[in-house]
């Protein structure tokens, strides 16, 4: 099984989600996140003041899958959350050693 954790823009949450059902995604965790990266912030006005915003709000992904899946998922949160923006996110890939469905008992796979 294989974690795949993805930073994205919030305004394209829906999107990616519609994208990952279709290819037969049964579930994730979402979290609302603050962060940095090459993008580094930006400066705004906020009633005639300047001030710098050092953390952009971007939505964090969790979803864990079957090794057979991974490559799929990837492919589709890269292509659905692009912009070709600075600031479009990144997608992490790691392994997964054990599941557990709290309510059956079902394990690994059986649980996802």
């Given at each position: 099984?294989?974690?795949?954790?993805?930073?994205?823009?919030?305004?394209?949450?829906?999107?990616?989600?519609e994208?990952?059902?279709?290819?037969?995604?049964?579930?994730?965790?979402?979290?609302?996140i603050?962060?940095?990266?090459?993008?580094?912030g930006?400066?705004?006005?906020y009633?005639?003041?300047?001030?710098?915003?050092?953390?952009?709000?971007?939505?964090?992904l969790?979803?864990?899958?079957a090794?057979?899946?991974?490559e799929?998922?990837?492919?589709?949160?890269?292509?659905?959350?692009?912009?070709?923006?600075?600031?479009?996110?990144?997608?992490?890939?790691?392994?997964?050693?054990?599941?557990?469905?709290?309510?059956?008992?079902?394990?690994n796979?059986?649980?996802?």
């Open positions: 099984m294989k974690l795949i954790i993805a930073t994205i823009k919030p305004f394209k949450l829906e999107e990616v989600r994208a990952l059902t279709s290819i037969g995604v049964r579930g994730m965790m979402v979290s609302e603050k962060g940095f990266g090459a993008q580094s930006h400066t705004e006005i009633r005639g003041a300047e001030y710098a915003v050092n953390f952009v709000p971007k939505v964090k969790e979803i864990v899958v090794d057979t899946m991974a799929q998922v990837v492919s589709t949160i890269a292509a659905t959350a692009k912009t070709d923006k600075i600031g479009d996110g990144k997608i992490f890939t790691l392994d997964v050693e054990g599941a557990v469905r709290v309510r059956t008992g079902e394990t796979e059986e649980a996802l």
